[in-house]
């Protein structure tokens, strides 16, 4: 799915691998030390990047793009845009700022594609109005809620609470981030249960009520 051309990868390189560096380790701590990460809509890797820094096996998904923060058995072909590989089990799946560029009538496709590889997910996609090159299918967030929910995930906005403020973070991950949980999964503990992040996660089951960045608002409406 390259809908981007090289200029405009070169500019969000840095900021999607900077944000990368801040959430990962995080996230990371919901799966075992050595567990496995899957990227659907991987672009050139950063994300992944800072997975394998920290001792995770990593696999991405994408087309038309040079993933070069990763190695060749790492990264697997694939237009998402008309059919999906053939399912990748993994600890930890996620999607970030990918589902918008996916018409209406792949959504459902899309949330089955994802469920279907694995009991945890972090996942964002654009909101209305928040722009971009082939965003075909903007939405609140409920609109994925419904769609996880009658999957049997659950649904977690606590993580954007978490690096609302964290400048190093590009605005639309902030504002966009949600954790998916297979809630049918005892097996989905969320690493270990007494640990911080756990409890972070399990204390503060945030839904993820629609929100928007103020670093978004204005650089939509010009405001001070």
């Avoid at 469920?115 to 082939?134: D, K, M, R, V, W």
Wanted: a negative charge.
């Amino acid at each position: 799915m390259n809908i981007y051309d090289q200029e405009f990868r070169e500019t969000i390189d840095a900021g999607s691998f900077a944000s990368a560096l801040e959430v990962v380790p995080t996230v990371s701590k919901l799966i075992s030390a050595n567990g496995s990460v899957l990227d659907v809509g991987c672009g050139e890797g950063q994300w992944l990047r800072a997975f394998k820094d920290l001792g995770h096996t990593v696999k991405g998904i994408d087309s038309g793009v040079e993933a070069r923060y990763l190695e060749d058995y790492e990264y697997i072909e694939h237009d998402i845009a008309t059919s999906f590989p053939d399912p990748i089990e993994v600890d930890l799946w996620i999607t970030l700022e990918v589902a918008e560029h996916l018409y209406a009538d792949r959504a459902d496709p899309f949330v089955d594609y994802l469920t279907s590889c694995g009991p945890l997910g972090l996942f964002s996609a654009a909101i209305p109005g928040q722009g971009g090159t082939h965003h075909v299918n903007e939405q609140w967030p409920a609109y994925w809620v419904e769609k996880f929910n009658a999957r049997g995930y659950q649904v977690s906005g606590a993580l954007r609470l978490e690096f609302w403020d964290n400048d190093n973070v590009e605005n639309w991950y902030r504002q966009n981030m949600m954790l998916v949980w297979d809630g049918s999964d005892t097996s989905t503990d969320f690493g270990d249960p007494e640990s911080d992040v756990s409890s972070f996660f399990r204390g503060r089951g945030v839904s993820p009520v629609p929100l928007v960045h103020p670093v978004l608002y204005r650089h939509k409406t010009g405001a001070a």
